[in-house]
């Protein structure tokens, strides 16, 4: 059994808490023992706010053991793993601190502040021999599970290009500090760079164009073109300022040489070039429950990380700092 102690009971928090809850109800191996949040009285009765919706609004935490205080938490609780879904700069001490005692590790993204940052947990997994996976949830969402497929595959022949987007209205206070959350471009629209990355490959070169909308903040609007020297036309954007009934929104249209996919309004419609088209048959759970219990089963059964591997997820990071200075120089190409 997998014991797990969650760090953090904001809005990711939650999604995590929910998807425990359920793999403990479905009698996976895991059994979340506490949760730790320096404000977590004030949390628990409260609601959180994020671009998708959790299972509740008020959470009954009364079976679990709550902390404000991480090392209290562990120094009195018998975990194998520790799960983070703390504010982002507080991502790299805490998860090296943690493999450093002796514990796996689940942490959200991005895996941290700085590329620097991510080689070092990098680093630390490898030397202590602990299990450190990066909360990059697209890598198992169906619909791109399913454009990854396709590539994999060559079901519709070789891929031409492509198109990404993200967007969402204002994002909670603390994520407009860009010291802290790196602003649009390393919170939201990382989320489409590593399925640039875990689709095609590290690009060749990066061409940004951003801008900041609100006072104060990091860059609130981006768009990026990936260069891959075999041709491949690739873009993403993602946008943090989109108002009034807007919502969320993820999309993406993938060209290949015999077919196209079109995924928007939560649905692959798979476009053939001599066929019918049709719309892919996908689960309706999300990413984040694939992730977790990926992990789960890694660690139960001593499994490695394959899907999303420390490197891969900071190097991932790689790809955004050389974004941001793209961005920095009016969209000059940065080379990779």
């Known amino acids: 059994m997998i014991k797990v102690g969650l760090i953090g009971f904001g809005f ?14 479905e009698g996976a191996p895991v059994q979340l023992k506490a949760i730790c949040d320096v404000r977590i009285e004030e949390l628990k009765d409260g609601k959180a706010i994020g671009n998708i919706a959790t299972n509740q609004e008020l959470y009954n935490l009364d079976p679990f053991n709550l902390y404000t205080d991480i090392e209290e938490m562990i120094a009195s609780e018998d975990l194998d793993m520790i799960d983070i879904t703390l504010p982002t700069g507080l991502h790299a001490d805490i998860t090296i601190s943690m493999l450093e005692k002796g514990y796996h590790v689940m942490c959200e993204k991005p895996i941290a502040r700085t590329a620097e940052d991510a080689w070092r947990m990098v680093a630390t997994a490898e030397r202590t021999g602990k299990k450190l996976m990066i909360g990059q949830c697209l890598r198992f969402w169906p619909a791109y599970e399913y454009a990854k497929a396709c590539i994999e595959d060559g079901r519709y022949g070789k891929p031409l290009g492509g198109s990404f987007f993200r967007g969402s209205g204002l994002p909670a206070e603390w994520f407009l500090d860009g010291s802290k959350s790196g602003g649009c471009l390393l919170d939201m629209h990382i989320h489409d760079t590593d399925m640039v990355h875990w689709l095609f490959g590290v690009p060749d070169k990066v061409s940004t164009m951003a801008r900041n909308v609100i006072p104060g903040s990091a860059y609130d609007i981006v768009s990026t073109h990936y260069v891959y020297d075999s041709g491949l036309v690739l873009n993403a954007q993602a946008d943090w300022t989109l108002r009034g009934d807007f919502g969320f929104e993820m999309n993406y249209r993938i060209n290949f040489e015999g077919g196209n996919l079109i995924f928007a309004d939560n649905k692959v419609k798979v476009n053939p070039n001599e066929e019918p088209s049709f719309v892919a048959e996908l689960s309706d759970d999300m990413g984040y429950y694939f992730e977790i219990r990926s992990f789960i089963d890694s660690l139960a059964n001593d499994k490695p990380i394959t899907v999303c591997t420390p490197e891969s997820a900071a190097r991932t990071l790689d790809i ?15 080379s990779l």
Do not use: C, P
């Open 12 to 25: 990711m928090g939650r999604m995590h808490f929910d998807n425990y809850t359920r793999l403990m109800a």
């Open 320 to 334: 955004i700092e050389a974004e941001q200075k793209s961005a920095d120089a009016g969209g000059t190409f940065i």
